[in-house]
């Protein structure tokens, strides 16, 4: 059942601003708004679309607050880039391309997958500081460690792993922070600042070439879409706020739960 607009777009602002207060904590907001948008009668595949636009203010200012970390690493960001956008250009691409009934399948799939991985996302951090010490003690000094600082572009198979991150950042988009975080990780990068900084940058990158495709599409409903702008800005700040006097794991938690009765739930859905 598809609620009056008014009181649909009023829900959204709520959704978003609390999805703003998630993601400034702990991350995974797109967890929460996502089946919400479905079970406020938004398809699936324009609530992927919508979500995509809406939330490109609050990528920008996130990008914004790391813009300090890139410093020194130019090269890097270039190289970065370049496979985020090619990456993000062609998921998107396939999304625009994917009958909405197919993605009505496939994303129960998708909600679940980025819930397991929000779910393992420390134990990935906690690995990827282990394998940084174990780079520092036993192959390289500490100095030098920081490979995005030694005027190199990265490899080409970092690149190519993270063109593959660019396509799903593109299609659906939700956790594409952990693998970039975990390529960087397992690369020997060990200064989470800069690994943040760099993540920001490639989601800023695939999520532009994303967004901008979408918008000259018909599957972004624009009322929604600025409603959720709205939203987000708003909880971001507030909750950017109040990150540091909230206990992460009680969002984290909150989080997972929605993340899992929504991907049940969508899945539920798709076969009824």
Known sequence: MVLPKTIQLVTIVLLSAVAGVINAIAGGGTLLTFPALVGLGVSPIVANATSTVALWPGVVSSMWGYRDELSGSTRWAVGFAVPSILGGAIGAWLLLHTPPSRFAAIVPWLVLGATALFMVQPQILRMIQRHGADEIAHHMPASIVDRTATGHLPSAPVLCCQ??????????????????????????????????????????????????????????????????????????????????????????????????????????????
Request: positive net charge; contains cysteine; aromatic residues 12%.
């Open 163 to 272: 063109a593959l991150v660019g396509v799903y950042g593109g299609y659906f988009g939700a956790g594409v922070g952990i693998f970039t975080l975990a390529i960087l990780g397992f690369i020997g990068l060990t200064n989470i600042h800069r690994m943040n900084g760099l993540k920001n940058w490639a989601g800023l990158c695939m999520n532009a070439v994303a967004a901008l495709m979408f918008m000259f599409s018909s599957l972004v409903t624009w009322p929604i879409a600025l409603s959720m702008a709205v939203g987000s800005i708003g909880g971001g700040y507030f909750g950017s706020r109040a990150a540091l006097r909230t206990p992460q794991r009680y969002v984290r938690r909150a989080v997972i739960v929605i993340g899992l009765l929504g991907g049940l739930w969508l899945l539920m859905k798709a076969h009824a």
